[in-house]
């Protein structure tokens, strides 16, 4: 489920868990919708990535290729982020 700064997602004990939308994007190369976020209880430098639907439901990049194209915008996003 999205909002508009957070996300909520299930984790492996299935517990639900917030976490705050980094940013989102758009990909005509795979005709999909991205969302990137972290999660916003913890420090962690650890960011994920998930495309979804006009529901605001997620589901999982499934190819090596789109994920290699979601790393590359996630990195230009932590460079511009640095250089600001």
């Given amino acids: 489920m999205l909002d508009s700064n957070c ?11 917030k976490m705050t939308i980094l940013f989102t994007f758009d990909s005509d190369d ?12 913890h420090d962690s430098e650890e960011v994920y990535a998930s495309c979804y639907d006009d529901k605001g439901n997620l589901f999982p990049i499934e190819s090596d290729e789109e994920w290699s194209m979601v790393e590359e915008v996630i990195n230009t996003f932590v460079e511009d982020e640095e250089n600001a």
């Fill in 30 to 41: 795979y005709q999909k919708q991205y969302v990137v976020f972290q999660d916003a209880d």
């Fill in 7 to 17: 996300l909520y997602v299930q984790d492996e004990n299935g517990n639900e868990k």
